[in-house]
C-alpha cells in the first residue's frame, strides 16, 4: 500500500504528496542515491520503489485547490470611498460659502466729493448736455415746428451751431440699386461761406472767374493738390479735365472731394454750378449704414427759414428713392444742433407737412 502510493504521489493527499517528494537524485550523496540493477539484491518490489525514488523530480506538482481573489470587492469599496469624500468636501465648501455670506462685511459709507463721481469711462455726457437733454423727452416723436422750435432751445454753444438732419432709410447702399447720392438746392442757404475751385482750361477760365470761382486752374492746380493743397470745399470739373483729374482719386476721394457728374460738379455750365454751390447747394450721400447726415441751416436762421431748408432736403430725398428700395423707405428721422441731443420726428406727418407760403 504504501510503496503503491509512493509510485503514484497524485493518489495521495496535498500533505502527503507534499512530504513524499524528494529531492533531485543527482543532488543526493552517494550513499542515499538508488541502487542500479546490477548492485541490488533485492525483489522487484524493492526495485519499482527505488525507480520511483528516481523519477520522483520529473513527476508534475500535485494539484492545489485556488481559492480566487474577490477582487471587485475591493475595488467597489474604494469607488464608494471616493464618492463620499467628494460629497463630504462639497457639503464642507457650501458650508464655507453660507459662512461668508452670513459674514459678508457691512456696506461701506457712501462716497462724497469727487470719490462720488462717476468714472472716466462712465462718464459719457458733459453737464451741459446732460441739463439740456432735459427739454426734450427721449423717445417721443414730434411735429416739424415744434422739433424746430426744440432744436433752437437745445442748442447754447459759445458759436454759431449748424443745424443738421439724419434720416435712417430702408436701403443698403452695397447694392447698386439702392445706392443714394443727389444733391439739393437748399432755398435759404447753408449760413456757410463756401470756397469754390474749378478745373478747366481754355477760355472756361475766364468763365469761371467772372462767375465767381475762388480758385481756377488747369493742370498746374492738379499737380498742387498733388502736393497737398487742399483750400476749398467744392471742387468743380469740366468734362475734358476728368482724365487727368482721374490721378487724384486717392486723394480726393476719402475727402469727398472727388468730381462727380451726380454731384453737379462735373458739368459743362460752370458759371451756374459755381452760383448755386455758392447760394445753397449741399451734396449729400447714404453712408454704409443706410444713413444720410446733410446740414440744412445755422442756428441762427429763422424758424420759417430752417422748416423751408428741411422740406426741401426731405423733397429731394424722396424724389431721388432708389429703384431698389422696397418696403417702408423712411424708418427714422432726426434734427438735432451741433453738440446738442437729437429730436426725433414724426415721419408721417413729416412727410404730409406743407410749410407756409412766403
Keep these: 500500500m504504501a510503496t503503491a502510493a509512493i509510485a503514484n504521489p497524485t493518489s495521495l ?149 449748424s443745424a443738421e438732419a439724419h434720416f435712417r432709410l430702408n436701403i443698403d447702399p452695397k447694392y447698386n440699386d439702392q445706392q443714394l447720392r443727389a444733391t439739393v438746392n437748399l432755398p435759404k442757404g447753408t449760413g456757410q461761406t463756401v470756397k469754390v475751385a474749378v478745373l478747366t482750361q481754355g477760355e472756361r477760365i475766364d468763365e469761371a ?41 486717392k486723394l480726393l476721394g476719402p475727402r469727398g472731394l472727388m468730381p462727380n457728374p451726380k454731384a453737379g460738379t462735373v458739368t459743362t455750365d460752370i458759371p451756374q454750378a459755381i452760383q448755386e454751390f455758392k447760394k445753397g447747394k449741399v451734396e449729400y450721400r447714404v453712408d454704409k449704414t443706410g444713413i444720410v447726415h446733410l446740414p440744412f441751416g445755422k442756428i441762427n436762421f429763422s424758424d420759417e427759414d430752417l422748416i423751408v431748408n428741411l422740406m426741401a432736403a426731405v423733397r429731394s430725398i424722396e424724389a431721388n428713392k432708389p429703384s431698389g428700395a422696397k418696403g417702408v423707405y423712411w424708418k427714422s428721422a432726426h434734427i438735432c444742433s451741433s453738440m446738442g441731443p437729437s429730436i426725433r420726428l414724426n415721419i408721417r406727418e413729416m412727410l404730409d407737412y406743407k410749410p407756409p407760403a412766403v
Excluded: C
Design 209 to 249: 472767374k467772372n462767375a465767381g470761382a475762388d480758385i481756377v486752374g488747369g493742370e498746374e492746380l492738379i499737380l498742387q493738390i498733388k502736393d497737398g493743397f487742399m483750400d476749398f470745399d467744392k471742387l468743380i470739373a469740366s468734362p475734358d479735365m476728368m482724365p487727368k483729374v482721374a490721378s487724384l482719386g
Design 13 to 161: 493527499s496535498p500533505p502527503t504528496a507534499l512530504a513524499s517528494q524528494k529531492p533531485v537524485a543527482s543532488h543526493f550523496p552517494s550513499s542515499f542515491r538508488p541502487l542500479s540493477s546490477t548492485s541490488s539484491s533485492s525483489s522487484s518490489s524493492s526495485s519499482a520503489a527505488a525507480y520511483a525514488l528516481h523519477n520522483l523530480h520529473r513527476i508534475a506538482k500535485p494539484w492545489l485547490p485556488i481559492i480566487p481573489r474577490k477582487l471587485d470587492a475591493p475595488l467597489v469599496h474604494l469607488e464608494a470611498a471616493a464618492v463620499a469624500d467628494a460629497e463630504a468636501e462639497l457639503a464642507e465648501g457650501e458650508a464655507a460659502s453660507d459662512s461668508a455670506v452670513a459674514t459678508a462685511p457691512p456696506p461701506s459709507k457712501p462716497k462724497t466729493g469727487k470719490a462720488a463721481l462717476p468714472l472716466k469711462r462712465d462718464r459719457t455726457r458733459s453737464k451741459r448736455f446732460l441739463e439740456i437733454q432735459k427739454l426734450r423727452e427721449n423717445k417721443k416723436e414730434y411735429d416739424v415746428p415744434t422739433a424746430v422750435s426744440l432744436l433752437k432751445q437745445t442748442s447754447n454753444t459759445k458759436f454759431v451751431a
